[in-house]
């Protein structure tokens, strides 16, 4: 179980700030983008949107996610055989935008795409795709100046983590650098865990809020709409991904009904 604290920052100006303001409880769904393909991908996006996630959490592929679980592994490993490339799945997002323009996207993956591409590259792209948000797994705070440099003059998020060994002077310092949410990751290990500890996760949150007064969302370890329930009762938002995932590993390109069909599940436990 996997838990994150997302810190929003007052000064941006974009659609995480305006959901997670307006929204008691805020659902966040992660997906892989290409997993079955890029057209179910888009078709997804769009059923999770329509049936109660407040976010979407895109994955972009990569060949060594060293942070994710078996279930997403296969995931993205299955994208990466197709070859969908970071190019490719910002395309997706500036698809989806057109019809969509009020969701908030966050891309969520590690630093090597994004450095080939350039920083500058990729924060126009982003820009242009109406893309809101950037999580590098692998990218500490003390490395994101340069690209969190050049995606703040279009108000999209830097997602910084937060982990279980993270001290409090760190987690001081990250919240206040932080341009769009701090991603606090509750275990010491990889996505995809079944433990959820709730008293834990109440515990955690009560320290993180000493340092800031931003929603708090709590996810990776949820897979059932009691777990949404549970855990929203501390939270303020509920993230769900290797469920997502899973279902989607389960049922290829017919998944489209029944990723719908869990999101409102999940969205109606914690409404």
Request: net charge negative; with cysteine; glycine share 6%.
């Amino acid at each position: 179980m996997a838990v994150f604290i997302f810190y929003v920052n007052p000064d941006m100006n974009n659609r995480i700030t305006a959901t997670l303001a307006n929204t008691p409880k805020a659902l966040i769904a992660y997906i892989c983008a290409g997993d079955p393909d890029l057209s179910v991908s888009l078709d997804l996006m769009h059923a999770l949107a329509n049936n109660g996630t407040d976010i979407i959490e895109l994955g972009v592929p990569f060949s060594d996610p060293m942070a994710d679980g078996a279930t997403i592994q296969r995931a993205t490993q299955r994208a990466v055989d197709k070859g969908v490339s970071l190019r490719q799945v910002i395309d997706l997002a500036k698809e989806f935008r057109k019809t969509n323009q009020t969701t908030p996207v966050v891309l969520m993956g590690y630093l090597n795409p994004i450095y080939r591409m350039g920083y500058e590259a990729f924060a126009n792209a982003a820009k242009n795709a109406g893309i809101d948000g950037v999580l590098t797994v692998d990218c500490p705070i003390d490395e994101i100046d340069e690209l969190s440099g050049c995606l703040k003059p279009f108000d999209i998020a830097p997602i910084f983590l937060i982990a279980p060994t993270t001290n409090e002077q760190r987690i001081q310092k990250i919240a206040e650098k932080a341009q769009g949410f701090i991603y606090y990751v509750s275990l010491k290990g990889v996505t995809g865990s079944a433990a959820l500890n709730v008293d834990e996760v109440r515990q955690r949150v009560a320290l993180i809020k000493q340092y800031t007064s931003v929603p708090i969302a709590v996810g990776f370890g949820i897979k059932t709409p009691d777990d949404a329930r549970s855990v929203a009762q501390c939270a303020d938002a509920v993230v769900v991904g290797s469920r997502f995932v899973q279902t989607i590993e389960e049922q290829g390109k017919n998944a489209v009904n029944a990723v719908a069909e869990l999101s409102g599940s999940l969205k109606a436990a914690i409404a």
